[in-house]
């Protein structure tokens, strides 16, 4: 069973910057594809960012410039930098893991992201 624990939210004026952490547990983390993905009330879940076991990355065009998404397989952690914050970036954001060799997906418990204008 793959555990996510996620860590860094908070509330932060718009230009700042904040952290995401999601450490990983139960599985070989270092092929494990890992993402970001937020949901805003009344919006569905959507990608910001993911990174595959090999490194590569992909962003929705929405944070590309601003944010980045970045593993540390010793510590079986995934990060995502986020700067330049805008109102819009709102959101209670989800650690994602993809574990092969089937792909089952499992998600984190969720940290709220909140900016303010």
């Known amino acids: 069973q793959v555990q996510l624990v996620e860590s860094g939210g908070g509330l932060v004026q718009a230009g700042g910057s904040l952290r995401l952490s999601c450490r990983a547990s139960g599985s070989i983390f270092a092929t494990n594809t890992m993402g970001w993905y937020r949901q805003a009330p009344g919006k569905q879940r959507e990608l910001v960012a993911v990174?595959?076991?090999?490194?590569?990355?992909n962003y929705a065009d929405s944070v590309k410039g601003r944010f980045t998404i970045s593993r540390d397989n010793a510590k079986n952690t995934v990060y995502l930098q986020m700067n330049s914050l805008k109102a819009e970036d709102t959101a209670v954001y989800y650690c994602?893991?993809?574990?092969?060799?089937?792909?089952?997906?499992?998600w984190g418990q969720g940290t709220q992201v909140t900016v303010s204008p």
């Open positions: 994602n893991a993809k574990v092969p060799p089937v792909w089952a997906n499992y």
């Open positions: 990174i595959a076991g090999t490194g590569s990355t």
